[in-house]
């Protein structure tokens, strides 16, 4: 089993529509969880931390579910600017509480919004 | 202006051949990373270090080295040993927790 799986996607959604991506984890050591956004050809972004009370950001929403292991991200009213690749990242820190470890990525989920 | 820079952007290799992909940050950022992205596929990582002389293993490190003997400098050597090195390879730096601020990337491909 993989550490980290997102829905393999793709989305295609018309733009205004709400959409919903999912991500599971296989470590339950795991400590802190991540959207990235990856354009074609582009390097991978930070799109927003995941915490565990569930966060906003905009049109975006990030939520975790420590007890089932999955973290999933919610987009509201799309635009055509939101079609891109969402990678979500999983973390585990190095003993001692640093905060740097490794950081393992999911194969990613493509978005296309269309007029 | 602060940045990760990598080279080159793209690269060609024949097959049997060592090839060595350069990473500079100056952003003063103590970990680093090196990962791989296949098309269609997530990044996987390959190796990431804390500070000088210091690197682990990731999840893909056959066939691939590192060192880390500058803090501003993180180069990737793609061996002959690596089966299927064709790939984009990604360097990143650590910016925060669960922050990693990426170059802008180098195509490796073998003929």
């Known amino acids: 089993r993989k550490e980290v799986e997102q829905d393999p996607g793709p989305f295609n959604v018309p733009e205004g529509a709400t959409v919903a991506f999912n991500c599971t984890y296989s470590n339950s050591a795991s400590q802190s969880f991540f959207w990235y956004r990856q354009d074609c050809r582009k390097e991978p972004k930070l799109l927003m931390s995941?915490?565990?009370s569930g966060n906003e950001d905009g049109r975006f929403t990030a939520q975790l579910n420590r007890a089932s292991q999955y973290i999933s991200l919610l987009i509201r009213d799309s635009k055509l600017s939101d079609s891109a690749t969402y990678l979500c990242v999983v973390t585990s820190w190095r003993a001692g509480g640093t905060s740097y470890g490794k950081l393992t990525f999911g194969q990613g989920t493509i978005l296309t919004v269309h007029p | 202006d602060g940045g990760i820079t990598q080279s080159p952007k793209y690269l060609f290799r024949k097959e049997g051949q060592n090839v060595t992909l350069s990473c500079e940050q100056n952003?003063?950022?103590?970990?680093m990373y090196w990962y791989r992205q296949d098309p269609g596929q997530g990044l996987r990582l390959i190796y990431y270090s804390q500070i000088v002389n210091d690197f682990q293993k990731g999840d893909i490190a056959e066939g691939y080295s590192v060192s880390r003997e500058k803090k501003e400098s993180f180069p990737l050597t793609v061996t002959s040993a690596q089966k299927n090195p064709t790939a984009f390879y990604l360097c990143?730096?650590?910016?925060?927790?669960?922050?990693?601020?990426f170059g802008e990337g180098s195509r490796l491909t073998v003929l």
């Open positions: 952003l003063n950022h103590d970990a």
């Open positions: 995941v915490y565990s």
């Open positions: 990143a730096s650590l910016a925060g927790p669960g922050e990693l601020f």
